[in-house]
């Protein structure tokens, strides 16, 4: 039974007239199949989307729980006053939230977006106008030229025959609109009817000298004020050379009042492949930058050589389908890849130079879960059963009916050292596609390899998809721990954790809570969290949905004596923190210092951080300098145990050359008996292309005249840190064969090696030391293991329980689990965990609300102030940005990478190329203040992956047939994350337009394009078309089914193949969501991307040269532009606007239209579309009837909603017309792939780019 119901309701509802509506209710809980009974059962989620004549959806409402609701006048009307509602000051219900009223012009194109609202009705509300919204101007060539953001700044564009250049919002910062010759002819009407406008920096330059906002203007004019981004097109319209504005204005700074232009430059052959790839460095007499990265093609556009200039020489041969079956790297060694008969992969074989005999192991193999006898009662098919990685095997015992794994096992691998070989296995796992496999067979088997202990952890659904319950990984001799989830309507509602199987005196399950009250503001931002230990945390946003303060405190006390963090935020006009200021801190005065609560920051004008300011705990030893290091714990002085006054401010300024490397950190105290210290970087280490020339790999820095060395392989992993083990030239750390962190050696401290899972996350930690004393950490998703044993046995045993809701961690429990050694932490420790704006946990409380810890860090992570409980034994782990940072090595472990904080840069290069920029060792774009790098992949903001249908299955008046078709047909999905998803029923995509059906060898595979699973519909791609039509096919519709549950039944069946072979990595659907860099979301079981894509080769290209600048929709506030980096946001809060990156490349600007030349005139294009009348410069053998292209024109105006218009023009015989009317781009990407011919002759006239061509 599918929970879904829809309902289509009539035209009048509630006594209203209104456009077409649709409401889908949603059945949450389903008790009898998730077997835990009532506590399951939750609200059901209802919405209601209401459509306009042309099939676009102008509203949508989703019933949330009941809270504060708008008052409205004597007509019904909401009472708005300056695009804030007036809020009733209780709760009340039913409460509806309502997505943002959106305003098009004649071209149907969205002008302005404003923002969601709470209603307390479930009708169609017209012209509600709440928030703010950013306006597009367009030209006759319906381009944006400029978009006045919601705080009053603005972007432009300046379009040209070559090149493209653009501001975004601090290129203009001190400009205005009004009088900006570029912006001024298309915005003169809505000035006039605003003549008191004033913008971003005037009304900031209107507030005191020593206001934060003025400073943040200041700072940003001197800086960023007309310092765009240009980009230039060759004769095919493909960008091949970016160049970016830098500016330097700090006093105080190495590099103050320095002026470059930096290029990226990219070198492409006839398909667009990119064959070499060039950064702004230009050392010797090569004007065009160092050679990046080389990559050599097949035919058939398959990468099959790559060379990098830190990560060396790889090869790849694939075989007739395009599957790899052999790669080789510069370090020696050669994988192999093994299939089964329908292509998936089972196998994986390794081989290196140093086996004179070329023996191999085999260091992964997969059973796939159709060889299981029970294959078809479990679930089984389709899914992988066991996978035998290099950290153990783990298993997938039970998947339910939706796809969601329910239950998995898992076993450690005995050895831990060296390379797992699972040859043995080999005799007892399936080798043909009709074998069975033999479980006890197998388990017997694995006892010569993995270690007794077997590992289950569980989890149940709801029937959205959600996890209600979570059951941590445990044997059967040891207690479980479990999660649970609680929903009001979507919305997460509490969190609570049964801790160790803790039970009360009736045997019932003892429930701890943790988090027992969520509430958001109607944009689905954060308002209030309520802690189980009785500290409540409330979130302020100002008119642009910035997030203002953040006010941590214990509920019932006042905000003077129980706060614990009154964070206040200050932001430029991008969206880049400028200061921080925590009222919940003390000023101090020592040594004749005042020192300040205050962090503030300074950038350049690629937005990279060039000053930093703030204060720290002296941790001077007789005034010697004391630079940040791999264990900050010991800088503090000893003198001054906990003392809090025992303060001073600092300042920090960082140099970048012109790769991007840090190339100096100097530190400035204000103490007047502490000495200041400077960092030196130095970048040695040739270059594996130009042998000349010095690549972006660390090869030593100094400290006040001391040097040390770093060593590097031949993939650019770093193989010596000075402050490890072994002496001065020998390497010190050893990495796998798939560029993974192994070894440490830590010289009297032992030696450390580390596991990890078929994700490329760590799943183990061994320390040996000294005296046959072992440290291990188990890692099983939100549960640890740690274990300190010697030859007698466990001497102390604890489990780490973590507990994430939908954003963050929230706390840890760290319980006491065995051993035979008295152990002084105690049987249970709840730790808090408060976190500041990049995440970093700044203060850990107690069950009781008590502080335990606090700590304080400097942008790139190193401590400037830490304190604890004197009682406290268990050191705190979880650190800077809430990632683990190991006691051992002072490395801070990032998912695939680990970061060196005093270093402020990557250890190994990204293991995705150049995807995040051409320098792979730089940490988060040089703006450590605001993004963040989870994963160790790349920086940036994280967003929902939604399946979309281009046409709605019940839009426009379709006929049933026609809706059945809709919500089936693979040409008609598409994979969206969910801004590009809002409002439903748009097309976002160039590529995601009607088109004939695709023939066989015209279709995508994922293995030599993965991107195209989100740039494409599934049509055109050979492996989602299959994908569907086999669903389709053994899920026919049922006689009176409706559409659009049928289409919600398909869509949960893709979410979970998706998932499956996401975690998988198997089938080409799922290399592709691993290449793009999707991930689950932990909490929310949903797929998530942040918006990167690569290009097939393995070294990555930019963004910019795969898919030039195509339409974005206008929706949020400001930032934006040519010169600064990704988006990003103070966590918990939604993220600031867009602002693409300069070096190496910027991404498109918001609400700008993909490049056109200058538009051809009337005569021109009837010129070409008549076949009596020549054109110089166009095709006439290939010239087309007027009536042939009045159709063509007449089907893509249809979709511009221009169809009243057309038909008066086409009629009159002006089908040029018709298309000018509708804009070039709009109307001719769609008929010239009907009709190539006309594509043909528009590429004289420059308008190749809108063509797809």
Not at 246 to 264: F, I, P, T, W, Y
Not at 437 to 460: G, H, K, S
């Amino acid at each position: 039974m599918r929970p879904a119901l829809v309902v289509i309701l009539p035209e009048r509802f509630c006594g209203l007239p209104l456009p077409s509506v649709v409401c889908t209710i949603e059945r949450v809980a389903q008790p009898e199949e998730t077997g835990e009974g009532e506590d399951t059962v939750g609200e059901p989620v209802v919405g209601l989307i209401y459509s306009d004549g042309f099939q676009r959806v102008v509203q949508s409402k989703t019933r949330v729980k009941d809270g504060p609701l708008p008052r409205r006048d004597e007509t019904g009307r909401m009472i708005i006053v300056d695009g804030v509602p007036q809020m009733i000051e209780r709760d009340a219900g039913p409460r509806w939230v309502t997505e943002g009223w959106t305003i098009r012009n004649n071209k149907g194109k969205a002008i302005r977006q404003y923002e969601p609202f709470f209603t307390d009705l479930p009708g169609f509300e017209f012209d509600v106008r709440v928030g703010v919204s950013p306006i597009s101007f367009f030209d006759y060539a319906e381009r944006a030229v400029a978009v006045l953001t919601t705080e009053d700044s603005y972007l432009k564009t300046r379009y040209g025959p070559w090149k493209e250049i653009t501001f975004d919002a601090s290129d203009t910062v001190t400009s205005d609109p009004r009088t900006d010759s570029d912006v001024a002819p298309y915005a003169t009407a809505y000035f006039a009817a605003h003549p008191d406008f004033q913008t971003w920096y005037q009304k900031r330059m209107a507030k005191p000298p020593n206001d934060f906002d003025r400073k943040s203007a200041e700072k940003t004019a001197v800086a960023h004020d007309d310092t765009p981004s240009t980009q230039f097109f060759d004769n095919l319209g493909r960008v091949f050379l970016i160049v970016a504005q830098n500016k330097v204005v700090c006093a105080g700074h190495d590099q103050n009042g320095l002026e470059r232009r930096l290029s990226s430059r990219v070198e492409l052959d006839i398909e667009g492949n990119p064959l070499v790839m060039r950064d702004a460095d230009t050392q010797g007499a090569d004007p065009r930058g160092r050679i990046v990265a080389e990559t050599w093609y097949t035919m058939l556009g398959t990468a099959v050589h790559s060379r990098s200039m830190e990560k060396g020489d790889r090869w790849i041969l694939s075989n007739a389908v395009g599957m790899p079956i052999r790669s080789w790297d510069s370090r020696g060694h050669m994988l192999r890849s093994e299939y089964d008969a329908v292509g998936r992969a089972v196998g994986t074989f390794l081989s290196t130079s140093d086996e004179q005999d070329g023996s191999e192991k085999l260091v992964r193999r997969v059973v796939h879960g159709d060889y299981h006898p029970d294959a078809a009662k479990l679930n089984f098919r389709g899914a992988v059963y066991l996978t035998l990685e290099q950290a153990g095997a783990a298993y997938i015992e039970r998947v339910d009916w939706q796809g969601n794994t329910r239950e998995t096992k898992q076993r450690i691998a005995k050895e831990y050292r060296d390379i797992v070989d699972w040859k043995l296995m080999e005799s007892v796992l399936p080798s043909k596609i009709t074998d069975v496999l033999n479980t006890d067979a197998v388990e017997q088997a694995l006892t010569a390899v993995v270690e007794t202990e077997i590992y289950r952890a569980n989890a149940t659904f709801d029937s959205l998809g959600r996890q209600v319950i979570a059951t941590s990984a445990h044997t059967n001799d040891s207690k479980p721990s479990r999660t649970r989830f609680t929903y009001t309507h979507s919305q997460l509602e509490t969190i609570s954790c049964n801790i160790r199987d803790e039970r009360g005196d009736d045997g019932s399950l003892l429930w701890t809570p943790f988090i027992t009250k969520f509430d958001h503001v109607a944009k689905g931002q954060r308002k209030q969290m309520d802690y189980g230990n009785k500290v409540s945390t409330t979130y302020t946003y100002d008119a642009f949905f910035h997030l203002t303060n953040m006010l941590t405190q214990r509920r019932g006390g006042s905000a003077s004596s129980d706060a614990l963090q009154d964070i206040s935020y200050t932001y430029d006009c991008t969206g880049d923190i400028t200061a921080v200021q925590d009222a919940a801190k003390q000023t101090q005065f020592f040594r004749n210092q005042i020192i300040r609560p205050v962090n503030e920051y300074v950038y350049s004008a690629l937005h990279e951080l060039v000053r930093a300011s703030g204060r720290e705990h002296l941790g001077q030893n007789n005034g010697a300098p004391n630079p940040y290091k791999d264990n900050d714990t010991s800088r503090f002085d000893k003198a001054l145990p906990n003392s809090e006054v025992a303060m001073s401010g600092y300042t920090e300024f960082y140099s970048y050359d012109d790769a991007r490397n840090m190339s100096r950190m100097r530190h400035k105290s204000d103490d007047n008996q502490s000495r200041d210290w400077t960092r030196e970087f130095e970048y040695q280490v040739s270059s594996r292309i130009e042998p000349g020339k010095k690549s972006n790999c660390l090869s030593a820095s100094s400290v006040s005249g001391a040097r040390e060395e770093f060593m590097t392989d031949e993939h650019g992993n770093t193989t010596r840190m000075p402050h490890l083990g072994l002496s001065p030239g020998q390497e010190n750390m050893a990495w796998d064969y798939e560029d993974r962190l192994k070894r440490l050696d830590l010289g009297g401290g032992g030696i450390a090696y580390c596991c990890y899972g078929d994700s490329g996350s760590r799943t183990r930690k061994v320390v040996e030391r000294a005296e046959n004393l072992i440290e291990e950490r188990i890692y099983f998703g939100e549960i640890e293991i740690y274990r300190k044993r010697n030859r007698s046995g466990v001497l102390i045993e604890r489990e780490t329980l973590h507990v994430h809701d939908d954003q963050r961690r929230v706390a840890i429990v760290e319980s006491r689990s065995g051993g035979s050694a008295q152990d002084r932490a105690p049987p249970r420790l709840i730790r808090y965990q408060l976190s500041d704006h990049p995440g970093s946990s700044s203060l850990e409380l107690d069950g009781d609300a008590q502080l335990l810890t606090l700590e304080e860090y400097a942008p790139y992570g190193s401590t400037t102030y830490q304190a604890s409980t004197a009682d406290l034994e268990t050191p705190k782990r979880y650190r800077f940005t809430g990632k683990e940072r190991d006691e051992e090595s002072g490395l801070s472990y990032h998912g695939v990478r680990y970061l060196a904080p005093w270093l402020g840069r990557w250890t190994a290069g990204d293991p995705g190329g150049t995807r995040d920029g051409t320098n792979m060792y730089r940490y988060v774009r040089g703006n450590p203040i605001r993004l963040t790098d989870p994963s160790g992949l790349e920086s940036g903001v994280w967003e929902p992956l939604t399946f979309d249908e281009i046409r709605a299955p019940k839009g426009d008046g379709a006929k049933a047939a026609e809706q059945m078709w809709r919500a089936s047909a693979a040409g008609n999905r598409q994979l969206l994350v969910r801004s590009e998803n809002k409002p439903k029923g748009q097309k976002t995509h160039p590529g995601m337009v009607e088109e004939p059906t695709p023939t066989e060898d015209q279709l995508i595979k994922l293995d030599e394009r993965p991107e195209a699973l989100v740039e494409e519909n599934f049509g055109k791609i050979t492996e989602t078309k299959e994908l569907m039509e086999k669903w389709v096919a053994e899920n026919p519709p049922k006689p009176g089914e409706d559409a659009n549950a049928y289409r919600d039944s398909l869509n949960k069946f893709l979410k979970a193949t998706f998932k499956r072979l996401l975690l998988a990595n198997a089938d080409p659907i799922g290399r592709a969501l691993n290449k793009l860099g999707v991930r689950i979301n932990k909490e929310g079981g949903y797929l998530e991307w942040n918006g990167k894509t690569p290009h097939s080769n393995p070294l990555e290209t930019p963004e910019h040269v795969r898919n030039p600048p195509k339409k974005v929709r206008v929706k949020g506030g400001g930032g934006g532009g040519g010169s600064g980096n990704g988006p990003a946001d103070p966590a918990p809060a939604s993220p600031p606007p867009p602002t693409p990156e300069a070096v190496p490349a910027p991404a498109p600007q918001p609400a700008v239209e993909p490049h056109v030349e200058v538009q051809p005139p009337k005569e021109v294009v009837d010129a070409i579309l008549k076949p009596t009348e020549a054109t110089p410069g166009a095709v006439q053998a290939r010239s087309v009837p007027v009536v042939k292209m009045a159709n063509t024109v007449m089907g893509g105006l249809m979709y511009g909603g221009m169809a009243g218009a057309a038909l008066r023009d086409i009629d009159e015989g002006h089908a040029g017309h018709a298309a000018v009317m509708a804009g070039v781009g709009g109307v001719l990407i769609f008929a010239a792939k009907r009709n190539p011919w006309v594509g043909v002759g528009m590429v004289a006239y420059g308008t190749v780019k809108e063509l797809g061509f």
